[in-house]
């Protein structure tokens, strides 16, 4: 029964340890205007862990990337890019 339930769970989720990305976090959610308790709040998250994933002590996982790209209004892709996020800076 146990088996099954880790079945049906589907893939485990896929970590990225890019320290770029994490730095992208910190970037994209400073020019969206947010704090990282608002942040945390919209993705379900402790103010703790988005210090991680920003500070890269903790990776970004697919899930992850997903659920803060949603939040932020960003493409998923804006977090691999080391040049640094394609989005319009709104005031």
């Known amino acids: 029964m146990v088996g099954d339930a880790l079945a049906d ?3 485990p989720a896929r970590r990225y ?6 730095n992208q976090l910190r970037t994209i959610r400073q020019m969206r205007g947010l704090s990282v308790d608002q942040l945390a709040r919209q993705v379900g998250a402790s103010r703790s862990k988005l210090y991680k994933l920003e500070n890269g002590s903790q990776h970004l996982t697919d899930v992850w990337i997903a659920r803060l790209a949603k939040a932020l209004g960003v493409a998923p892709a804006d977090f691999l890019n080391a040049s640094g996020p394609s989005i319009p800076v709104s005031y």
Do not use: Y
């Not at 340890?17 to 994490?22: G, I, Q, R, T, V």
């Open 9 to 11: 769970a589907g893939p």
């Open 17 to 22: 340890s890019n320290p770029d990305m994490d």
